[in-house]
């Protein structure tokens, strides 16, 4: 398995069904590869430290998913071409990390563990 976190930034003008909308959808991408979120964090609206897109703030959202895939270009392109959607960031959190935040194996954080 391998571990991701995808920050999404949306428009700050968003409501919450929209935001719950997004979820729905990565969630629906994510489980259509074959993986599964583990945990889902809103921030909220923060403020930005340059303008982007001529918006100064945006609705921050993080989530952290493990999948078996290699390939996220369908969940990148999803959120390329989300209307939303002002920014996005995909990473491959390392084994030890992902292990660590409990996102592999048995779901005990290390640090609970020992």
Known sequence: MRAY???????????????????????QNIEA??????????WGKRRFAYEINHQHEG??????????????GTLERLLRLADNVVRHKLIRLPDDEAA?????GDGTPL????
Not at 100 to 104: A, D, P, S, T
Request: proline share 0%.
């Open 59 to 72: 609705y921050y959202l993080v989530l952290e998913f493990v999948t078996e895939t290699r390939e996220m």
């Open 111 to 114: 640090a609970a563990a020992g």
């Open 5 to 27: 976190e995808l920050m999404v930034i949306l428009n700050a003008g968003v409501e919450e069904s929209d935001v719950a909308g997004c979820i729905e959808q990565v969630t």
């Open 33 to 42: 590869q074959g993986g599964e979120v583990k945990t889902e964090d809103r």
């Open 100 to 104: 660590r935040r409990g996102l592999l």
